[in-house]
């Protein structure tokens, strides 16, 4: 089959067979070009990005093959044909070795160069489809445990390798259950320091008081029931990476020497007076908006961007539907693994179940339902916990009534039930409301609520 909008270069320097090659080429569909030389043609395929390029063998100074060795490296797709002299077999062989797609031994029928030509025309296409499926593939389906394949969770995976071969402060937010730890830790995966330790610290686990020695360390002494030399979170990591979970929950008090830390590379245990100059990568994540937490009088403001020097988003569950088929999977696999179990699967009406519904608790959810499913085995049940929770509105079943409404009265009862509904829980409040955390405050402030 032709390709009718095919463009081909002829590339000939006798005057006479270029003009005749060229008219039999273009009474048979196809848009022609003609160059004379190879450095013609090197303009002419820079310039017109020809499909395929028809070269003699003998051109002045050079040779069709100095201009199949620069087509193969600029433009590997490209087709090329060469002719070449009558009884030179030997260089049709060196031109097939370079790359040449066909040749044509001269004196040629128009017939064989139109064969070879329509040849070369369909291995093109398929040359360019390849090209095409493989860039599909190489789009990551995960990276060092993070499943997902969604755009957004592309623009997680280039971040993080971007960020992994350097020392950068990383501050990765994003919902609960979103697999913020999980890029922590894959962050460190692919970093220089992945055979140095990783120590993972959960500031909102930690009492107030305790919470300074088991950063910095304490000296023997230094407090009641400091009966040794304790050496803190921040010392234990010195060469590796540090990983400060819910950066969020972190004292005022500690904010303050963490901050010294990020800038000056230096700690002072509890009860010491000189400093010790550390050398550790810090990861951070919250599942806070720390912007507003700094608005709020909570968060250090110079800490904050001292974090934040990357951040990274890890998108909620829904954001990224598209993925959840592939989740399922990995969860079934991985539990099914877990307690020696064979791999099951789920009916197509379960699946849909799981397409539909709306993940406040994100992957976690997603990973705990799918493990009590192998775990009992009861798809019935699960299909029922699902449809129990909260569903978004089918917008199909939801209209407006005909008189029409008031918008900001109807939104604000909105956020007054969900409030009144979970005893003033913002945090609960927004999720039964599916909005941010960030974006129903900015609500309840626009309706002084607050
Ligand atoms: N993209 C993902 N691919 C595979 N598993 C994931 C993914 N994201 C999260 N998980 C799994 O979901 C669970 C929760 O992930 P993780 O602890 O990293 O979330 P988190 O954002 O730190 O949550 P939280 O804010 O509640 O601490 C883990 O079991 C994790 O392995
Ligand atoms: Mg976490």
Redesign the pocket.
């Known amino acids: 089959m032709k390709e009718p909008t095919l463009k081909i270069l002829v590339v000939e320097d006798e005057p006479e067979q270029r003009s005749l090659i060229t008219k039999m080429l273009a009474a048979n569909g196809y848009q022609t070009k003609s160059a004379e030389s190879v450095e013609e043609a090197i303009l002419s395929i820079k310039s017109d990005h020809p499909d395929l390029v028809f070269s003699d063998w003998k051109l002045g100074q050079l040779s069709g093959m100095d201009l199949l060795n620069y087509v193969r490296r600029d433009h590997p797709d490209m087709g090329f044909i060469i002719a070449t002299a009558y009884g030179t077999i030997t260089h049709a062989v060196d031109a097939m070795q370079a790359g040449a797609d066909d040749y044509l031994a001269k004196p040629y029928q128009r017939q064989s160069l139109l064969l070879a030509i329509e040849k070369v025309a369909k291995s093109i296409v398929l040359k360019q489809q390849n090209r095409m499926l493989a860039s599909q593939l190489s789009q990551q389906e995960?990276m060092v445990?993070?499943?997902?394949k969604a755009p957004c969770?592309q623009k997680v995976y280039t971040r993080v390798q971007r960020v992994s071969s350097t020392d950068a402060t990383v501050l990765?937010g994003?919902?609960?259950?979103?697999?913020?730890?999980?890029?922590?830790?894959a962050l460190y995966q692919l970093s220089a320091r992945n055979n140095k330790p990783f120590i993972a610290i959960n500031c909102g686990a930690i009492s107030e008081n305790l919470a300074e020695a088991e950063l910095f360390g304490a000296e023997k002494g230094a407090f009641t029931g400091a009966t040794a030399l304790k050496i803190g979170k921040l010392e234990a990591a010195n060469g590796g990476t540090i990983f400060l979970?819910?950066i969020g929950e972190l004292p005022l008090l500690l904010q303050t020497n963490l901050l010294r830390f990020l800038q000056e590379g230096v700690i002072s245990r509890l009860g010491q007076n000189g400093e010790i100059k550390l050398d550790v990568r810090v990861i951070a994540?919250?599942?806070r908006d720390l912007q507003y937490e700094v608005a709020e009088g909570r968060f250090r403001e110079d800490l904050y961007y001292r974090l934040n020097v990357v951040p990274i988003h890890?998108p909620p569950l829904r954001d990224r539907q598209e993925?959840i088929g592939r989740?399922v999977e990995?969860?079934l696999k991985l539990h099914a693994n877990q307690y020696n179990h064979t791999p099951s699967t789920l009916s197509a009406s379960t699946m849909k179940q799981l397409l539909d519904y709306p993940w406040p608790g994100?992957?976690?959810e997603?990973?705990n339902r799918i493990e009590r499913f192998v775990l009992l085995g009861d798809e019935e049940e699960m299909v029922e916990e699902l449809s129990r929770q909260p569903k978004t509105i089918n917008t199909n079943e939801f209209s407006l009534p005909d008189s029409g409404i008031q918008w900001e009265e109807f939104e604000k009862s909105c956020l007054e039930q969900a409030m009144n509904r979970h005893q003033g829980n913002r945090t609960k409040a927004a999720k039964f409301l599916g909005l941010t955390y960030k974006a129903f405050l900015y609500r309840l402030e626009k309706y002084q609520l607050v």
Do not use: P, Q, W, Y
């Open positions: 995960e445990g993070l499943v997902g969770m990765i994003g919902e609960s259950g979103t697999g913020k730890e999980l890029a922590a830790r979970d819910e994540a919250t599942h890890m993925d989740l990995h969860f994100n992957v976690r997603l990973a």
